[in-house]
């Protein structure tokens, strides 16, 4: 059963137009699936020809050889600054896409930027992180008439967004801070950030974006809490693991909540019964990544000896998807873009029930392209199975282009 009626979703559709009928005006995408790397860079710089980029966020599938795009960005785009990142599968103009090569030219007329790496991120010293923020907010002055946010995107097999985003927070003060944890596919090996010609894994990429544009951030999921609660008693924090939860064994003890054998725990169960923890009046999942051994688990966010769990449920996915990219700024404009970050275990799940569709048709609505992550990144926080994201609105009537 669908969220909506065929005669709703008629409606919607027509008072929404995608951004591969209706391109954005601040930002150009391109996207290749073409099966060489050499080739789809030049497909890519082909498509955003006429773009004249402040810089490029480049969101690159597992299946492309990161080695080889440093060599082939430097001899195809030699004078053009581009970020990215490895992901666990895209979003296009069209929706959902595991292969496709994505570029996002930002229009220098609209967008300026800077940046900083950090690396190593494991271990992590904060007051490097802090004063490193601190010192590129001061170096980036603002200009009157725009606003600033930043970006992050961080190695999703760090283990160290949690305190990397809280220590960012503290460095950049009133600046928001959205992003996405690298990803690769769902073979977690390797995930890696670009800067300066090169990919680097334990590492960290910052961007301090300054816009003219109005925007709003966006961070939601689709879970309630249960009465299941469960007790972390005794975990591995520095590694993300827990090895006993209410004093059993934790696999056995998680599977017997959701009420599954422990043989059948997959991501796709993952997925759709994470657990939550309570933070004030807001819960916050804390997704588990895979079993670990015969009997641990392996989260995707910050656990510890005594942290109370709560078991969440699902809402309607799409009805919640719909809903939280219904956005518009004070005038009631729909955004000209939406970049987006959405946790990979939303995909699966998604996947699962038969939605793809549905959800793609959703993003091409809302005018959604970004990346499928290991982690996301809202306003001090690092949160799995959330959708996160920055919706930019449409540049002022007669705005230079």
Same mark, same amino acid.
């Given at each position: 059963?669908t969220?909506?009626s065929?005669?709703d979703?008629?409606r919607v559709a027509?008072q929404?137009?995608a951004?591969?009928?209706?391109p954005?005006?601040? @930002? !150009?995408?391109?996207?290749s699936h073409?099966g060489?790397? !050499?080739e789809?860079i030049l497909d890519?710089?082909?498509q &955003?020809?006429?773009?004249?980029?402040? =810089?490029i966020l480049l =969101?690159?599938?597992?299946?492309?050889a990161?080695?080889a795009l440093?060599a082939?960005l430097?001899?195809a785009?030699?004078?053009?600054?581009? =970020?990215?990142?490895?992901t666990?599968?895209?979003i296009?103009?069209?929706?959902?896409?595991?292969d496709g090569l994505?570029?996002?030219?930002?229009?220098r007329?609209?967008?300026r930027?800077a940046s900083a790496?950090f690396?190593p *991120?494991?271990? $992590?010293?904060?007051?490097?992180?802090?004063?490193?923020?601190?010192?590129l907010s001061?170096?980036?002055g603002?200009?009157?008439?725009?606003?600033r946010?930043?970006l992050?995107?961080?190695?999703g097999?760090?283990k160290?967004e949690d305190?990397?985003?809280a220590?960012?927070?503290?460095g &950049?003060?009133?600046?928001p @801070?959205f992003?996405?944890?690298?990803g690769?596919g769902l073979?977690f090996?390797?995930?890696?950030v670009l800067?300066?010609?090169?990919?680097q894994?334990n590492?960290?990429l910052l961007?301090?974006l300054e816009?003219d544009?109005d925007?709003?951030g966006?961070?939601?999921?689709?879970?309630q809490p249960?009465?299941s609660r469960?007790?972390v008693?005794?975990?591995v924090?520095e590694e993300?693991l827990v090895?006993?939860?209410?004093g059993s064994?934790?696999?056995?003890?998680?599977? !017997? &909540?959701?009420?599954?054998?422990?043989?059948?725990?997959s991501p796709?169960i =993952?997925?759709?019964?994470p657990?939550?923890?309570r933070n004030?009046?807001?819960?916050?999942v804390r997704? *588990?990544?895979? *079993?670990?051994?015969?009997?641990?688990l392996t989260?995707l966010s910050?656990?510890?000896?005594g942290l109370? +769990?709560t078991?969440?449920?699902?809402?309607?996915? *799409?009805r919640? $998807?719909?809903s939280?990219?219904?956005?518009t700024d004070?005038?009631?404009?729909?955004p000209d873009?939406i970049l987006?970050?959405d946790c990979? +275990?939303?995909?699966?799940?998604i996947e699962r029930k038969?939605?793809?569709d549905?959800?793609?048709? !959703?993003?091409?609505q809302h005018?959604?392209?970004?990346f499928s992550?290991?982690?996301?990144?809202h306003?001090g926080?690092?949160?799995n199975?959330?959708?996160?994201?920055v919706?930019?609105?449409r540049?002022?009537r007669?705005?230079a282009?």
């Amino acid at each position: 059963m669908t969220s909506l009626s065929r005669e709703d979703g008629r409606r919607v559709a027509a008072q929404r137009e995608a951004l591969d009928r209706k391109p954005a005006r601040a @930002v !150009r995408i391109a996207v290749s699936h073409a099966g060489d790397t !050499r080739e789809a860079i030049l497909d890519i710089r082909r498509q &955003l020809s006429n773009a004249r980029p402040s =810089f490029i966020l480049l =969101f690159v599938p597992c299946r492309l050889a990161t080695k080889a795009l440093p060599a082939v960005l430097a001899d195809a785009m030699p004078d053009t600054v581009v =970020f990215g990142c490895t992901t666990a599968g895209q979003i296009t103009p069209r929706g959902y896409d595991n292969d496709g090569l994505v570029a996002l030219a930002f229009e220098r007329s609209h967008f300026r930027v800077a940046s900083a790496l950090f690396s190593p *991120i494991s271990p $992590l010293s904060i007051a490097d992180v802090v004063s490193q923020a601190e010192r590129l907010s001061a170096q980036f002055g603002s200009t009157p008439g725009r606003r600033r946010l930043a970006l992050i995107f961080a190695d999703g097999l760090s283990k160290q967004e949690d305190i990397l985003v809280a220590a960012l927070e503290a460095g &950049l003060s009133d600046i928001p @801070v959205f992003g996405g944890s690298a990803g690769d596919g769902l073979r977690f090996q390797q995930t890696q950030v670009l800067r300066d010609g090169e990919f680097q894994s334990n590492a960290a990429l910052l961007l301090l974006l300054e816009t003219d544009l109005d925007f709003r951030g966006l961070g939601f999921d689709h879970f309630q809490p249960t009465e299941s609660r469960m007790v972390v008693t005794r975990a591995v924090p520095e590694e993300r693991l827990v090895l006993e939860i209410n004093g059993s064994p934790a696999a056995e003890e998680y599977a !017997r &909540l959701v009420g599954v054998p422990v043989d059948e725990l997959s991501p796709t169960i =993952f997925a759709e019964n994470p657990v939550l923890v309570r933070n004030r009046d807001l819960y916050h999942v804390r997704a *588990i990544q895979q *079993i670990h051994g015969e009997h641990g688990l392996t989260f995707l966010s910050a656990i510890d000896d005594g942290l109370l +769990l709560t078991l969440g449920r699902g809402k309607e996915i *799409i009805r919640t $998807l719909d809903s939280g990219l219904t956005v518009t700024d004070d005038d009631g404009a729909e955004p000209d873009f939406i970049l987006g970050f959405d946790c990979y +275990l939303r995909k699966l799940e998604i996947e699962r029930k038969g939605l793809a569709d549905e959800a793609s048709e !959703r993003f091409r609505q809302h005018r959604v392209v970004g990346f499928s992550t290991y982690g996301e990144q809202h306003l001090g926080v690092h949160v799995n199975q959330t959708f996160v994201g920055v919706a930019f609105f449409r540049p002022e009537r007669g705005a230079a282009l």
